[in-house]
T-cell receptor, first 112, second 114 residues
Framework: QKEVEQDPGPLSVPEGAIVSLNCTYS??????FMWYRQYSRKGPELLMY????GNKEDGRFTAQVDKSSKYISLFIRDSQPSDSATYLC????????????FGTGTSLTVIP | DADVTQTPRNRITKTGKRIMLECSQT?????MYWYRQDPGLGLRLIYY???????NKGEISDGYSVSRQAQAKFSLSLESAIPNQTALYFC?????????????FGSGTRLTVV
């Protein structure tokens, strides 16, 4: 079983829709949770990170962590065509020295 | 200039050839990583280095070697390239502070082994 599972999609939504992206994980020691956005032919860029459980909001983006269910989510409100990208979740324990375990990524297309 | 620079951006090489991918960074980060990305498999860690004298194998190090020439430079070598090493390779850096701020990735090297 992979440590991090992520539905690869592809996911296609109309502009303005609310997008929900999700990952599940098996290692209860994970404490840091991150979302990266990767545009075509580019490296991943850090979008949001959270520590432990709870919600974090940044503009149109909200990250949620539910450690009891080993489930994390990224919500995108009022989605824009510029949000079209692959979204990767990543997570780490405190003791692995910044080594992150990545999901396989979900491909999102926002249709104008 | 990019914080993390990878060269070359694209490379086609023949089976059995030795090839080196280079990475340099201006972030001042201690930690550097090499990942490969394959469709359906995501990002997999090849090697990582926490400082110039520290080199560690990752999940899929067989067939690869690395050299940390300086704090800012970390190169990945394929000693004898094989077709299943065709992939997108990323270098990444991170700091070693208590607060985790994630990786900074380069733009990647697309390697094709024919």
């Amino acid at each position: 079983q992979k440590e991090v599972e992520q539905d690869p999609g592809p996911l296609s939504v109309p502009e303005g829709a609310i997008v929900s992206l999700n990952c599940t994980y098996s290692n209860s020691a994970f404490q840091y949770f991150m979302w990266y956005r990767q545009y075509s032919r580019k490296g991943p860029e850090l979008l949001m990170y959270t520590y432990s459980s709870g919600n974090k909001e940044d503009g149109r983006f909200t990250a949620q962590v539910d450690k009891s269910s080993k489930y994390i989510s990224l919500f995108i409100r009022d989605s824009q065509p510029s949000d079209s990208a692959t979204y990767l979740c990543a997570m780490s324990t405190l003791n692995t020295g910044n080594q992150f375990y990545f999901g396989t990524g979900t491909s999102l297309t926002v249709i104008p | 200039d990019a914080d993390v620079t990878q060269t070359p951006r694209n490379r086609i090489t023949k089976t059995g050839k030795r090839i080196m991918l280079e990475c340099s960074q201006t972030k001042g980060h201690d930690r550097m990583y090499w990942y490969r990305q394959d469709p359906g498999l995501g990002l997999r860690l090849i090697y990582y280095s926490f400082d110039v004298k520290d080199i560690n194998k990752g999940e899929i190090s067989d067939g690869y070697s690395v050299s940390r020439q300086a704090q800012a430079k970390f190169s990945l070598s394929l000693e004898s390239a094989i077709p299943n090493q065709t992939a997108l390779y990323f270098c990444a850096t991170s700091d070693s502070g208590v607060n985790v701020h994630g990786y900074t990735f380069g733009s990647g090297t697309r390697l094709t082994v024919v």
